[in-house]
């Protein structure tokens, strides 16, 4: 009976969640976990003193997990039958980052596309493949399906049939078969530049890719020819060595000689954001967007976005990714799913830049809060989410999102990820405060 109402609880949460923006959410429910942990604001879920539930109580549980590792694992028969089920699940997918095989206890007997990514990640293949095998039918219309078999087949050593599978989801790309036989690389999905077919119609709008890279010599030429092979024709790259200490910038300045579409420049470490500001004083485009220096654009992302905004009439929009390990296996750090949200793809209209201002210019988070600040200012619709994997990104030990100080596997940079969002997040709130 809990479970059933705690169920009904969840499609409410669901729909204020699609409905309302993270300021607004915490606006309406700052003293609840639930809808707390909805918008990753987990330590002030953790410290609510809201009358004890079972859901609220595996809410801050959650929390307390995301916060401080695995020590702080909750035991599930204190919580199975009597919480709902995507609470439930959300709890599972926290811990299997760290023990997939105690996330599994948590996972519901028909929950295979969950069980397929916990076998994964724990390494155990044939139980991976039997639980995909348990929900073929479902394959044909799921993209995470798709990336979590071709993971497998990776894994396996099966690598054609690992890029065959990819091929189905990553409709923009240029992938062949010059090596089925080999690990899967980013460079096997772009093509060399070459010679673009015209662009019909009127002269097309110039687009500002903006590169800021830091110690990236073996994967900045690679993200550049990747733009420079874009489908659209009228681009200009602003290149940014962020004072690396390897040769990341004579990278790029051999790449800028070789096409005039490029700008090599070199700053001080400020930081990734900091020189993203910088590339946006320097870009000259009607269009502004950005790609990782470890990451490759698909052949067709920019004339695709620029599509989606045209349409659409949205200030900017955003596509997901997916992500490669440098021995060529696919990667999902948080387990579930391989598939994610995107927004270093953000492309934007330059009158975004004047309503909006620039990127905060913190290490890490900021593009997650300017998307929220578009939406704050110029409106819920003005940024468009599209569903299309429109870039490949390099998952390495030493990157942002990875590393020891600032990535998502240390209890160091959980927090401060987590501190940096709250403190956005009531930004946000008191600015739209201020505006009524």
């Not at 709008?205 to 690679?222: E, F, R």
Request: proline residues 5%.
């Amino acid at each position: 009976m809990l479970k059933h109402l705690f169920n009904i609880y969840q499609k409410k949460v669901h729909r204020l969640t699609r409905r309302l923006r993270a300021h607004e959410l915490y606006e309406k429910a700052p003293d609840n976990a639930v809808v707390l942990n909805r918008i990753g604001l987990f330590q002030t879920s953790l410290d609510t003193s809201a009358p004890y539930f079972s859901e609220f109580g595996l809410a801050r549980a959650r929390a307390r997990l995301e916060l401080h590792g695995p020590e702080a694992a909750a035991d599930p028969r204190r919580y199975l039958g009597r919480v709902s089920d995507f609470e439930r699940r959300q709890y599972a997918l926290t811990l299997a980052r760290w023990d997939p095989r105690a996330a599994a206890a948590w996972l519901a007997p028909g929950e295979w596309a969950l069980k397929a990514a916990f076998a994964l990640a724990e390494g155990n293949l044939e139980a991976g493949f039997e639980a995909v095998r348990r929900c073929r039918p479902e394959i044909r219309k799921s993209k995470d399906l798709h990336a979590i078999l071709a993971a497998l087949h990776s894994r396996a050593g099966n690598f054609s049939q690992s890029r065959n599978l990819l091929n189905e989801i990553l409709t923009n790309t240029r992938n062949s078969e010059n090596a089925p036989g080999s690990p899967l690389r980013l460079a096997d999905f772009i093509e060399e530049n070459g010679d673009l077919a015209p662009y019909p119609g009127e002269e097309p709008p110039l687009i500002s890719v903006i590169i800021c890279a830091y110690n990236a010599a073996p994967y900045v030429g690679t993200a550049l020819r990747s733009v420079l092979s874009q489908t659209y024709p009228n681009i200009e790259i602003i290149s940014i060595d962020d004072g690396s200490q390897d040769h990341t910038f004579q990278h790029m300045r051999q790449l800028a000689s070789e096409n005039p579409r490029i700008t090599a420049l070199r700053f001080p470490n400020n930081g990734a954001y900091a020189s993203r500001n910088i590339g946006m004083r320097h870009a000259r485009g009607s269009f502004i967007t950005f790609l990782d220096a470890d990451d490759i654009m698909l052949p067709q992302r920019v004339a695709s976005q620029l599509r989606a905004l045209a349409l659409s009439g949205a200030s900017a929009t955003v596509s997901r990714l997916i992500r490669i390990t440098e021995d060529g296996h696919l990667a999902a750090p948080r387990i579930f799913p391989f598939v994610r949200h995107n927004p270093c793809s953000l492309m934007m209209r330059r009158s975004v830049l004047r309503d909006v201002g620039d990127f905060d210019e913190t290490r890490y988070g900021a593009d997650e809060e300017y998307e929220h600040r578009i939406a704050l200012r110029l409106g819920r619709n003005a940024l468009l989410r599209t569903p299309d994997i429109q870039t490949l990104a390099l998952h390495r030990a030493d990157s942002l999102t990875q590393s020891p100080r600032s990535g998502l596997a240390s209890a160091e940079g959980r927090r401060a990820r987590t501190a940096y969002r709250e403190s956005w997040v009531r930004g946000h709130l008191h600015e739209a405060t201020q505006a009524r």
